[in-house]
C-alpha cells in the first residue's frame, strides 16, 4: 500500500505545474507577437526631381534606345529595349506617349504589320 504524499510533496508539484504553465504561455505570446523577419517598405530618401528634368531624361533614354532598333531588328533586342523603357520613371504628362511607345514595341515583337512605323510615329512626337 502507497503512503499519502505530504503537503510539501503536493505543493512542490503544484508549484512545478504552475512554472510549465507560465512557460508555455510566455513561449507562445512570444513566437505569436515577434516582428515578422520581412522589413516594411520605407520610401526613397530625398525629394522627387523636378518634372521638367524628369521629362527630359525620359525622353532622352527612349529616344537612346529605341534608336538601336532597326527595322530588321531581333526579337530579343525589342524585347530588352521594351524593358528597359518600360521601367522608366514617367511624368504624368508623358504617361500616354510613353504607354504607345510600349505598345508598339510590344506589337512589333508580335509582327503585327505596321508596328514599327507606328513607333517611329511615336518616337517623332517626343523629340527635342
Not at 510533496?9 to 505545474?17: K, Q, S
Not at 525622353?59 to 523603357?85: C, F, G, P, W
Not at 518600360?86 to 511607345?101: E, G, N, P, W
Amino acid at each position: 500500500m502507497t503512503q499519502p504524499r505530504s503537503d510539501s510533496a503536493l505543493g512542490a508539484i503544484v508549484v512545478m505545474l504552475g512554472v510549465t504553465l507560465c512557460l508555455v504561455i510566455g513561449v507562445y505570446f512570444i513566437f505569436s507577437y515577434a516582428p515578422s523577419k520581412t522589413p516594411t517598405p520605407t520610401p526613397p530618401a530625398g525629394t522627387a526631381p523636378p518634372v521638367a528634368l524628369l521629362h527630359a531624361d525620359w525622353a532622352r533614354t527612349v529616344l537612346d534606345q529605341a534608336n538601336i532598333l532597326k527595322q530588321d531588328a531581333t526579337v530579343a533586342d525589342i524585347q530588352r529595349v521594351r524593358e528597359s523603357i518600360f521601367k522608366l520613371r514617367v511624368t504624368s504628362a508623358d504617361r500616354d506617349s510613353h504607354l504607345a511607345i510600349v505598345v508598339d514595341l510590344m506589337a512589333w515583337e508580335r509582327g503585327e504589320a505596321g508596328a514599327f512605323e507606328k513607333l517611329q510615329t511615336e518616337l517623332q512626337k517626343i523629340q527635342p
